[in-house]
């Protein structure tokens, strides 16, 4: 297989640009394969949704598998020359997620009547976590092999890492579990989203930091900017899309392919000037669906014009993406796994233990409490994208790298079985899915 690969990317008669095209159409197919083969098992065997299997898939293709077991195939398939435009693609993926996320963000009454819990719950979710990260950073950072980075930077980001909560993987739960209607919803993805809003500023934070350039003056410009975008957003821009979009939906009977372009284009204008102030682009992508989802027909069309494909192809490239620079073969010997233990206690003992005694200072019940806990506990990609940054800083040793990863995994695991278990009662039935976009998205 390895041979043939290479003999087939070898042939120089083909123009560059088509070279490249046939390394990603050979990526592409082994990825949409490779996802429904494990998203099936994971479904089957371990209860788990959709979206956990793709995130099994993409380690199941990277060198924690197949490149332990073939290394050659995996160098062969996924080439070095390809990775800048298929991490492009698997960043458009997590935008389209981020935007659907927002729209299936139900505000209204339910979202005022928790504006105390939600405040509660971010703040708390947050501030635990950080504090708990920073003071035992430094345990962990003396147990490590050489060489190591500085304490200061090791500290902040594991820190960091250890407040990050994954909005775009809670929303795809909460959406396949058909449970994206209910209060406990709206609540955990409110808090999620401000604690994500928090966390990127934090991690911008750090970054200057480390390679110290930070500047007070420079942070509450960047906070003060985005406060400004947000303000556009939703005061100027929201209403006269809004109203665009009513009037075209009248003219035509729905959205034709010119009003889907149109809203990609403010989905990426959006996406652009996040990246721009510095709190990434997704959350660009969040803020212009939460600005749109209260416009119902709108959002079903959408459901059933675009998200099938989004779902389907390009957020399996992402999960793939982030596979791929996961390697559980660096942690070797009892010690770094008894670390990777303490990772995990002091991770969930930080966001699941803060979070439940947030909620249930503020009223909520032991089982929404518990509930809440749960789903704030989780990290998944929004994790690995914070991690990659960190290595690409050069302040997360390799080993720790690894850990973290495996922390990311295991709290996103956990969190199907027990959410289907705390609120399976409220999900939505497969008789009342309102398009054949949300239908596949709630498990049977």
């Not at 950073?137 to 200061?152: K, R, S, V």
């Not at 416009?295 to 494909?309: A, G, K, P, Y």
Request: glycine residues 10%.
């Amino acid at each position: 297989m390895e041979h043939l690969l290479e003999l087939l990317h070898s042939n120089s008669a083909q123009p560059a640009a088509e070279q490249l095209v046939l390394r990603l159409l050979y990526q592409i197919i082994a990825i949409l394969c490779a996802t429904q083969v494990v998203v099936w098992v994971s479904r089957r065997f371990l209860g788990q949704t959709d979206v956990s299997g793709e995130i099994l898939a993409g380690l199941v293709l990277g060198p924690s598998c197949l490149g332990a077991l073939f290394p050659g195939q995996m160098r062969a398939l996924f080439a070095p020359g390809t990775a800048d435009v298929f991490t492009a693609f698997a960043q458009m993926g997590l935008i389209f997620l981020m935007f659907e996320v927002g729209l299936e963000f139900q505000f209204g009454e339910t979202f005022d009547r928790n504006k105390k819990q939600v405040l509660a719950v971010a703040g708390i979710g947050i501030t635990v976590p950080f504090t708990l990260g920073f003071f035992t950073a430094p345990w962990f950072y003396h147990q490590l092999p050489g060489p190591l980075p500085p304490l200061l930077g090791f500290q902040l980001f594991f820190a960091t890492a250890m407040s990050i909560t994954a909005i775009p993987i809670l929303g795809r739960i909460f959406m396949e579990l058909g449970l994206s209607h209910t209060r406990i919803a709206a609540l955990v993805l409110g808090a999620a989203a401000m604690d994500d809003v928090a966390g990127w500023i934090i991690l911008g934070v750090v970054a200057a930091i480390v390679q110290s350039k930070f500047s007070s003056v420079a942070l509450l410009l960047r906070i003060g900017v985005l406060a400004a975008y947000l303000g556009v957003l939703f005061f100027v821009v929201r209403p006269v899309v809004k109203g665009w979009i009513a009037r075209t939906r009248e003219k035509h009977g729905g959205l034709n392919g010119t009003a889907i372009a149109l809203v990609a284009c403010l989905l990426f204008v959006s996406a652009t000037i996040t990246s721009n102030i510095g709190v990434f682009a997704i959350i660009g992508g969040f803020c212009m669906g939460v600005a749109l989802h209260d416009d119902r027909l709108f959002v079903e069309e959408w459901r059933s014009r675009i998200t099938s494909m989004v779902r389907a192809v390009l957020l399996p490239v992402f999960f793939t993406y982030t596979g791929l620079r996961t390697d559980i073969g660096t942690l070797n010997g009892a010690g770094m796994w008894f670390m990777c233990l303490m990772v995990l206690a002091i991770a969930f003992v930080g966001k699941f233990g803060g979070t439940y005694i947030a909620a249930r200072l503020v009223g909520e019940s032991h089982r929404n409490a518990f509930t809440i806990g749960t789903c704030m506990n989780t990290r998944a990609l929004m994790e690995l994208v914070a991690l990659n940054v960190g290595y690409d800083l050069g302040v997360v040793p390799r080993p720790m790298f690894t850990m973290l990863v495996i922390m990311a995994i295991a709290s996103t695991f956990i969190t199907t079985p027990l959410v289907r278990r705390l609120m399976g009662h409220q999900a939505r039935p497969r008789i009342r899915a309102q398009s054949p976009a949300l239908e596949d998205a709630i498990p049977g």
